[in-house]
């Protein structure tokens, strides 16, 4: 797993490459932590080149989301494929994270 | 638990065995993957790196080799978290089976027996500030599989799992 991140505008991208699962989802979480503790308000993740997401990636994702909207922040998450998006859909997250198609769609208005 | 097959899935073995013996042909006997593992969790991603090369090698569908690692990630995460009261090295078989059909997959361990899907599912129904995360796992396995099922066979758990294939040409 590869993360890089970019400010555009007042958002923080989180760019996401590779798999979010057992093995990778401490460093992912570490990243999350770091920028949530640098004060990011806004974070865009985008998993346009995520092969697949498990129950240990989710569980960053709704850790990182709860600490972000206790303290006024919000998450958006976009390019999911399809087998990700079926995770999504399993488990009750495309209910609960605002899930956009691209990443410029997801930087539109937020 | 039955310990012996029944009637029809037993032609079944009989049709997988003439298809393996036909003339003996390489090509049908690859599309068995078997691996071992170590009770690691670092095996889980050498595990889901063989099991790409045969997907790509055999041509299974991107959703289904996905599901697979999905799958593996979830399972082998939970035997090697919870199968086994000591610290000693544990072994995992994996095995997978390809036909133009379906990929059957079957996991084993030689841990405390335990089925896991006789554990409820999670209510993911709930609102953000609700959900816990427990039992998530396997309600994914449970979900993107076809058909899933648990024995405990000579001491050992044995987990199979069933994805249809799409027909070819297919999304």
Redesign the interface.
């Known amino acids: 797993m590869n993360v890089t991140t970019q400010e555009i505008d007042s958002v923080t991208v989180v760019r996401i490459e590779g ?1 979010l ?3 990778t989802s401490p460093e992912a979480q570490e990243h999350f932590d770091g920028l949530l503790e640098k004060g990011a308000s806004k974070i865009l993740v985008d998993c346009e080149k995520v ?6 990636g ?2 960053v994702l ?1 850790a990182t ?2 600490r972000l ?1 206790a303290a006024g922040g919000s998450l958006r998450i976009s390019g999911l ?3 990700v998006q ?2 999504f859909e ?3 997250f495309s209910t ?1 994270l605002a899930v956009f198609a691209t990443e410029a769609e997801a930087l539109k208005g937020f | 638990m039955l310990r012996f097959h029944g009637e029809a899935e037993q032609a079944d073995d009989i049709a997988i065995l003439a298809v393996e013996c036909s003339g003996g042909r390489e090509e049908e006997l690859r599309r068995v993957f078997a691996l071992t593992l170590t009770n690691r ?2 095996e ?2 050498r595990l ?1 790196e063989a099991f790409n090369e045969f997907a790509d090698e055999h041509a299974i569908p ?2 289904a080799r ?2 697979g ?2 799958v593996f ?2 399972l082998i ?1 939970n035997v090697i978290n919870y199968a086994f009261d000591d610290d000693a090295e544990h072994r995992i078989e994996v095995r997978v089976e390809l036909n133009d059909q379906r990929l059957v997959i079957t996991i084993s361990d030689d841990g405390s027996p335990f089925n896991p899907f006789q554990t409820h599912p999670p209510d ?6 609700e ?1 816990g ?1 427990g039992g ?2 396997v ?2 396995v449970r ?2 599989m076809d058909e899933v099922s648990y024995n405990r066979r000579t001491g050992r758990n044995v987990v199979t799992l069933v994805k249809y294939l799409e027909p070819k040409g297919g999304r």
């Open positions: 798999n699962d057992t093995n092969d697949y997401v498990s129950s240990a989710l569980r709704l989301v709860k909207t494929n399809e087998t079926e995770v399993i488990s009750g609960i | 969790l670092d889980i991603e889901n991107v959703g996905r599901s690692n999905v990630d979830e995460n993911t129904a709930l609102s953000l500030d959900r995360l998530l796992g309600h994914l979900n993107m």
